[in-house]
Nanobody, 127 residues
Framework: QVQLVESGGGLVQPGGSLRLSCAAS????????MGWFRQGPGKEREFVAA????????AYADAVKGRFTISSDRAEGTLFLKMNNLKPEVTAVYYC????????????????????WGQGTQVTVSS
C-alpha cells in the first residue's frame, strides 16, 4: 500500500517561494498519476497540478501556470511542487494525491479520480 507524506509548507512573505515535497512510501509504479490539490480557508479543495512519473502527463490549473512547477524524483519516490512569486490568495493546505490509474489531463483535475491522499501541509503567504 502506497502512503503519502507531505512536507515543506510554512509561512512565507508575498513574492517568496516554497518547495513542497510528497514522499511516497511503498512501491508507486511509474504509471501512477500524482497530483497536488489545495484547500483554502472556507473553500473547496481544488486542483493545482498533476503528472505521471513517466512524464507522459503534466497538467496545471490555469491559476498557477507559469508560477508553479510539478516535478518528481522517481528513484526516491518523491513528488515536488515548486511555488514561485507567492501571493496571499494561495494560502491553503496543500495535499498530495495518487492513483494507479493513468489519468489524462482532463481527468487528472478531479479529486474523485484519486485513491490515495496525504495529510496535507499548510502554506501561509502573509507579510
Amino acid at each position: 500500500q502506497v502512503q503519502l507524506v507531505e512536507s515543506g509548507g510554512g509561512l512565507v512573505q508575498p513574492g517568496g517561494s516554497l518547495r513542497l515535497s510528497c514522499a511516497a512510501s511503498g512501491r508507486a509504479s511509474s504509471t501512477y498519476t500524482m497530483g497536488w490539490f489545495r484547500q483554502g480557508p472556507g473553500k473547496e479543495r481544488e486542483f493545482v497540478a498533476a503528472m505521471r512519473y513517466t512524464r507522459s502527463l503534466t497538467a496545471y490549473a490555469d491559476a498557477v501556470k507559469g508560477r508553479f512547477t510539478i516535478s518528481s524524483d522517481r528513484a526516491e519516490g518523491t513528488l515536488f511542487l515548486k511555488m514561485n512569486n507567492l501571493k496571499p490568495e494561495v494560502t491553503a493546505v496543500y495535499y498530495c494525491a495518487a492513483t494507479p490509474s493513468q489519468l489524462i489531463a482532463s481527468t487528472s483535475r478531479s479529486m474523485d479520480n484519486y485513491d490515495l491522499w496525504g495529510q496535507g501541509t499548510q502554506v501561509t503567504v502573509s507579510s
